[in-house]
């Protein structure tokens, strides 16, 4: 059996990991055609994961805002492909 310690944990991982995977693609030799909202999708992650540590943590505030940060960055995302089909 795990317990919410060992989640939190695993979460923090995943950020880690998603944190560094944005830098990767924020570093790219060469611009890849769909980096932009690549990065917005890491960046919503991030807010998911956030949102979910602090869920485990029993902090519903700051996991609400979380949540809000990444549906907004979701909404950045949608913004760009939106106006990518406009211009096609």
């Known amino acids: 059996m795990k317990t919410s ?12 990991a998603t944190k560094a995977a944005e830098a990767t693609m924020n570093d790219l030799l060469a611009a890849h055609n769909y980096q932009d909202v690549a990065v917005l999708m890491a960046k919503a992650a991030q807010s998911l994961l956030d949102a979910a540590t602090a869920f485990m943590q029993s902090e519903d505030e700051a996991a609400l805002d979380a949540l809000e940060a990444a549906e ?5 995302f949608y913004d760009i492909i939106d ?3 406009a211009e096609d």
């Open 5 to 16: 310690t060992d989640a939190i944990n695993d979460l923090q991982t995943a950020l880690t």
């Open 72 to 76: 907004d960055i979701i909404d950045e």
């Open 83 to 85: 106006g990518d089909l």
